[in-house]
Structures are given as C-alpha cells and as structure tokens.
C-alpha cells in the first residue's frame, strides 16, 4: 500500500479511538487492508478500499450522533439591551450537544459542520418552550448548536425599529454574542443599521472586529408561528450569513384585513378559536404539552406589558408602551411575499402547515388541507404567489402539510425535526 493510503487509515482509526465502534471497525479494516496486501488484485484491492470509503462515509458521522447526549435543559441567559434609546429585556439559551472530538474538529478545520441552526419562537413564547423538540433538533443536526433569542418588543424612539424590525437587529446581535464563546464567528455578516446594539452594557460591533475568532458558520433560521415569519424577515436582512430557512405552522400567508384594527381583531379571533382547538389536546394526552404553550404565551405576553413601564422611567418614553404586545400582534398579520421579505439567495426553504391549525391553515395559502392533495399546480400556485424572486434551480423549495396543530412540532416532535432538518440539508 502507498503511505497515503496507509496515512488515510491511521487518521480514521484515530478518530475512532474512544468510539464504541471502534474494535468492530479496526478488524474491518484490518481484514481490509490484508487483502490489498495479500492478494495484490487491483480489482479485489478496490473493492476493499471502497469498502472503506463507505465506511468512513457512513460510521464517521453517525458514530458522532451516537456519541451525543440528550442535553439537560440549559440555563436561560438573561441581558439587558439597550437599542434605539430603549433598555429592554432578553432571554437565550444555547443547546450545545457536541462532543469533544466534534469541537477538535471543528477548531481543526476551522468552522463547523453543517450550520449553526437560530429557532426564533412563536408569539412570545420563552425560550426553552418545546424543548423536546429543540433538544432533537440539536441532536441530529450536523453543526449540533441550536440557538433560541427571545426579546421583548422593542418600542424605541425611532418607530421604523420598533417591532419585528427591531427584533430583526436585536435577535441576531444576541446571536452573534452567544456564540463568540465557543470561538464561532458568523460568516458573511453585515450589519443593516449604524444603530449600535448594546448587551449587558457591552457593544456589538461590525463583524472584522471579531475576526480572530477561530471558526466560522453559516446560519440556518427556522421559525414557529409568528416566528416563522420573523424568521424569514431576519434571512431577508442577512443574505450573506443566512442560507437556509425552515417556517413552521408560520404566520405570513393570510391577508387579514386592510386596517391595523381590522387585522389585529380578526387574527385575535381566529387566535382564541385556535386556543379551544389546542386545548382539546388535554383529553387526548397532550396536557402537559397544552399547559406548557399556554404558560409560556400568557407569561411572555403578560411579562412583555409589565416590564415595559420600568422603561419608560430609565430609557425611551412613550405613552402606548405597556401595549406594545399588541404592536407584536400587529407585526404578525404581515402577508409576507418577495416584496416584503425577498429571500432569492436562500439555497434551501421548508415550509411546514399544521394539518388542524386553525389560525395558519393551509388552505389559507393555496394549499388543500391533505398533504395527499397537494400537487404539482397547488405547489406552483404557492411558490409563485409567496416566493417569487426564488429560483428552483438555485434552491431547493419544499412545502407540506404535518399532523397536529398550532403546536404540532410539540405535539409530534420528531417528524417536524426530521422536516425541517432534512429539507434544510442539515440532517446527520
């Protein structure tokens, strides 16, 4: 055998050396090399060596899966912001399901596997909420970090940034903070406004300054519900560090009305008729599931309105501060299209609609109510009214239909894991 060939063996026994594969795959591959030894047959000799090259191919990535541990539910992060003349609260936290060898080799190779993944959360939802679902989702990702910012609304004195468009800055600011511990750097960065962020007193800045930072990513940003659409607002912001984008039971696809009150009321309905269809779930084994979305709603709205008037006396007054949830409200009846939200620089899109989601029904964008029904017309219909600056060629486009409703992704986890990792290409 050539030294390369020999080189190439080494480094895959090394890596496995604590791997729980690691004593089937060494006499695997010892039997493989004795028969390029042995035999001296370039035929058999490159049988066995692609023997090994599937191998690698297949026990390299899923050995490092197996390796990984369901993470305890992490410590929620708490920093005060300061943006456009405001002090408003966050919250975060970071699930990091690495193992070690996963960080070598990404400090090695300088970035990591696949993307960093940022899940923006539903209407004012905290963020450890569904944390089955995140939890999975940093597990069988192949950059293994899941994200998840939460801010409450920004109402500032510049009204152009208040709302979704302040969380937009806001949102992906706190993720460039959380991450620049673990020496990751967003890749492509470019920040949208000269209004400086300010987290725990400590400014964020343009992206050369934290260019020693030894391991860079791309982002992929999925959203639940309002976070759905927010997700795509943040994408559409940040063409060169965002690439891929995954809308859950999203809002974005219904015209509400032509008034803010018209809007806001009438999804307000349609919200509460929602509530009645979640909280059947507590008669078919979902209560636990049904309290714990209806707790982090309540408590986020209610905490949002609360914590608004301590503003108003150390940063930014205004009048209408303690609603300004339902500014956040407002924000969510946006019909978001490519004039809205261009996303054409995105290489990969997964939308996913809850079968029995009353308030985001799929019907409601072009779609049947069957993920069976849906076909080649209804998925062009849709793609040319809400993505039409996207090209098929360049992104890889799919929409669907899952069980469940508003809250299907905590309902039935694992299939809206598997969606929105597979259809992102971030699946290991």
């Known amino acids: 055998m050539s030294i390369t060939q020999y080189n190439i063996i080494l480094q895959f026994l090394e890596r496995f050396e604590k791997n729980v594969f690691s004593k089937t795959l060494r006499k695997i591959i010892i039997q493989s090399v004795l028969i390029i030894e042995k035999e001296k047959n370039m035929k058999k000799a490159c049988k066995a060596i692609s023997i090994l090259s599937i191998l690698f191919i297949l026990f390299t990535n899923s050995a490092i899966a197996m390796n990984r541990k369901i993470p305890q539910k992490p410590d929620i992060r708490k920093w005060q912001i300061q943006f456009n003349q405001e002090k408003i609260s966050s919250y975060a936290v970071v699930y990091d399901v690495r193992t070690p060898e996963e960080k070598r080799q990404h400090l090695t190779q300088g970035r990591v596997n696949g993307n960093v993944i940022l899940l923006i959360h539903g209407q004012q939802q905290r963020p450890l909420i569904a944390y089955e679902f995140v939890s999975k989702l940093a597990l069988n990702s192949k950059s293994g970090i899941v994200v998840v910012p939460v801010v409450d609304t920004p109402y500032g004195k510049d009204p152009y940034w208040r709302g979704d468009l302040g969380k937009t800055v806001i949102l992906m600011e706190m993720t460039r903070h959380l991450l620049a511990p673990d020496g990751i750097r967003l890749e492509g960065y470019s920040k949208i406004t000269e209004m400086p962020v300010m987290i725990d007193n400590q400014e964020?800045?343009?992206?050369?300054?934290?260019?020693?930072?030894?391991?860079?990513?791309?982002?992929?940003?999925?959203?639940?519900?309002?976070?759905?659409?927010?997700?795509?607002?943040?994408?559409?912001?940040?063409?060169?560090?965002?690439?891929?984008?995954?809308?859950?039971?999203?809002?974005?696809?219904?015209?509400?009305?032509?008034?803010?009150?018209?809007?806001?009321?009438?999804?307000?309905?349609?919200?509460?008729?929602?509530?009645?269809?979640?909280?059947?779930?507590?008669?078919?084994?979902?209560?636990?599931?049904?309290?714990?979305?209806?707790?982090?709603?309540?408590?986020?709205?209610?905490?949002?309105?609360?914590?608004?008037?301590?503003?108003?006396?150390?940063?930014?007054?205004?009048?209408?501060?303690?609603?300004?949830?339902?500014?956040?409200?407002?924000?969510?009846?946006?019909?978001?299209?490519?004039?809205?939200?261009?996303?054409?620089?995105?290489?990969?899109?997964?939308?996913?609609?809850?079968?029995?989601?009353?308030?985001?029904?799929?019907?409601?964008?072009?779609?049947?109510?069957?993920?069976?029904?849906?076909?080649?017309?209804?998925?062009?219909?849709?793609?040319?009214?809400?993505?039409?600056?996207?090209?098929?060629?360049?992104?890889?486009?799919?929409?669907?239909?899952?069980?469940?409703?508003?809250?299907?992704?905590?309902?039935?986890?694992?299939?809206?894991?598997?969606?929105?990792?597979?259809?992102?290409?971030?699946?290991?």
């Not at 639940?224 to 039971?249: E, F, N, V």
């Not at 803010?260 to 009438?266: A, E, G, L, M």
Request: aromatic share 12%; net charge positive.
């Open 204 to 428: 964020s800045k343009e992206s050369n300054t934290d260019h020693y930072l030894p391991i860079t990513s791309k982002l992929t940003i999925m959203g639940w519900s309002h976070g759905g659409l927010l997700s795509r607002r943040i994408a559409s912001a940040y063409p060169g560090t965002i690439i891929g984008l995954a809308q859950i039971t999203p809002a974005g696809y219904i015209h509400w009305g032509f008034t803010r009150v018209d809007k806001t009321s009438c999804l307000l309905t349609y919200f509460f008729v929602e509530c009645g269809n979640i909280a059947k779930g507590i008669f078919t084994g979902e209560f636990f599931k049904v309290i714990e979305a209806a707790w982090g709603l309540s408590s986020g709205t209610f905490g949002d309105a609360l914590r608004s008037p301590s503003t108003c006396l150390t940063s930014h007054f205004h009048i209408l501060k303690p609603f300004r949830p339902i500014r956040d409200m407002r924000d969510c009846t946006v019909l978001a299209d490519h004039t809205v939200a261009p996303v054409s620089h995105l290489k990969h899109i997964v939308v996913m609609f809850g079968a029995s989601d009353f308030v985001f029904h799929p019907t409601n964008a072009c779609l049947p109510g069957d993920a069976f029904e849906i076909t080649d017309e209804h998925r062009n219909m849709f793609w040319k009214k809400y993505f039409k600056s996207t090209d098929p060629n360049h992104t890889r486009r799919t929409v669907t239909i899952l069980p469940g409703n508003h809250i299907g992704p905590m309902a039935y986890p694992d299939i809206y894991m598997r969606t929105a990792l597979i259809e992102t290409g971030q699946y290991q």
